[in-house]
């Protein structure tokens, strides 16, 4: 069992970590740079270690610093987070090689899963359904072309080593083609150093369904169930729930089943996400598998009634998962808002600075996970994100209502944040439907049509 974990991350989920370690009785060690002497995380942990200057490249990122800070402090494991070097197979070999605990799948599956177009490969071989597309990368252009002929426009051109919404673009047709091509590999060759992409059929209205995974190093694997997350601007989520108003039973049981069977086909442990794009014929298709923890895992263990992090956290202690999957019971229904230090006036522009004034929501079935209190100044360095507001309710009608008025108790004074955008989107009539996919925000104004 883990004794003593070093969190090589910040903010909200820095906390949430060391709150799962608090109550497991696992000693913690804060790493923070220069920005984050005065943050929360810091306070929160037995012990912190300094990692350097502000820019993530010197801190958060800085391999090196942070193997050091585990070795002064003795301790036996660490907990990546997401972002950062969540998603590093470095990182986790480093980890590895210094008899460190990596709370994270092994090395070799984050590299294979890290690279779409080769974990897409590998899906295709082990029989689970992918969108129509190029087999793994293309070789050049005129291969994408090719293949984008093939499978009929629009097609999208994504990098293999993307993430965050990075390194893709939509061809509607075959004039768009080399200039989506050119910009997806630029992107992809300035966030990721690499510029191989590949091409799938751009499906027109999907929805963006994914499935929690839990796998133990003993060969046990079972879902938590889906998170809907078609909420999106520019490919980012903004909104999560659980259920999903599109998922019925039945399509539950074959999408857990599939995602399960995706997670087998490669020897997962730890805790992933299986994702995947539902179209409006009930036909889901894979789209990546990642492999560390996600922002949106509240609204899972709001169902579930599992913590995820101290589930995270004995899977890489060697523990057997103490639960089989018809143990699995999912109760109500979940959302969460995160609520972004942005102007929605600016085309939701990131705006850090100082929060002069705080007040987060409470009461029955809400759940606040942030970093921020009043006086805390946001840096500049890092994501925006000001708070994750997660509401349960014991139905949908419930949770909605619940999310609607801790909206509207929370107060954030001294920047601009996202909650006028969630309030109006929580009364949506579209969205209170459940009747929404990933276009949503493109074909719908949230500020003019209001319920
Ligand atoms: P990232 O790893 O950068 O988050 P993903 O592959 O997970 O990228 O895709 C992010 C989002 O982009 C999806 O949730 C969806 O909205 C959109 N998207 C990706 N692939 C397709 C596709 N083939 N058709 C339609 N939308 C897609």
């Given at each position: 069992m883990i004794r003593k974990l070093v969190v090589a991350n910040r903010g909200e989920i820095a906390l949430r970590i060391l709150r799962a370690c608090e109550e497991l009785g696992i000693a913690t060690v804060a790493l923070h740079s220069e920005a984050d002497a005065e943050s929360l995380h810091v306070r929160f942990a037995r012990e912190s270690v300094c990692i350097g200057p502000p820019a993530a490249s010197r801190s958060y990122l800085n391999i090196h610093a942070i193997i050091s800070a585990a070795e002064v402090t003795g301790a036996d494991a660490v907990h990546p987070g997401?972002?950062?070097?969540?998603?590093s197979a470095q990182f986790a070999e480093v980890c590895q090689s210094h008899d460190l605990v990596f709370v994270g799948p092994d090395p070799s599956m984050i590299r294979l899963l890290g690279d779409k177009a080769l974990a897409r490969a590998t899906m295709v071989k082990a029989g689970v359904p992918v969108v129509p597309?190029?087999?793994?990368?293309?070789?050049?252009e005129l291969e994408g072309l090719r293949v984008a002929r093939e499978i009929g426009f629009p097609v999208i051109v994504k990098a293999a080593a993307g993430g965050g919404g990075k390194g893709m673009r939509v061809a509607a047709s075959e004039e768009d083609f080399p200039r989506a091509y050119a910009t997806a590999q630029a992107e992809s060759q300035a966030a990721f150093g690499k510029g191989e992409l590949y091409v799938e059929r751009y499906l027109a209205r999907p929805r963006h369904v994914e499935m929690q995974i839990l796998g133990d190093k003993h060969g046990n694997i079972l879902h938590l169930g889906e998170r809907d997350c078609?909420?999106?601007r520019r490919h980012q989520k903004l909104v999560e729930e659980?259920?999903?108003?599109?998922?019925s039973e039945a399509l539950r049981a074959r999408m857990g089943e599939v995602a399960v069977h995706a997670a087998a086909a490669v020897g997962y442990h730890s805790a992933g996400t299986v994702e995947f794009l539902l179209d409006e014929d009930g036909r889901f298709y894979f789209m990546e598998m990642n492999t560390r923890i996600q922002v949106e895992h509240p609204v899972t263990e709001m169902v579930t009634g599992l913590d995820l992090i101290k589930e995270q956290l004995r899977i890489a202690g060697g523990e057997r998962l103490a639960l089989r999957q018809e143990d699995v019971r999912l109760r109500g229904h979940a959302i969460e808002c995160r609520i972004n230090a942005e102007d929605t006036e600016r085309d939701f522009m990131p705006a850090p600075g100082k929060v002069v004034a705080l007040h987060l929501p409470g009461g029955p079935g809400i759940r606040v996970d942030s970093h921020v209190y009043a006086g805390y100044e946001i840096p500049p360095?890092?994501?925006?994100?000001?708070a994750k507001i997660i509401a349960h309710g014991a139905d949908r009608q419930e949770a909605l209502e619940r999310m609607r008025r801790a909206l509207d108790e929370c107060v954030i004074e001294g920047v601009p944040s996202t909650l006028p955008f969630h309030a109006r989107l929580l009364r949506h009539p579209r969205f209170i439907a459940g009747?929404?996919?990933?276009r949503f925000l493109e074909d719908e104004d949230w500020r003019t049509t209001v319920a």
């Open positions: 997401y972002g950062f070097l969540a998603e597309g190029s087999d793994g990368a293309v070789a050049d078609s909420i999106q659980s259920p999903s108003p599109a998922v360095y890092y994501d925006s994100m000001i009747d929404v996919s990933t």
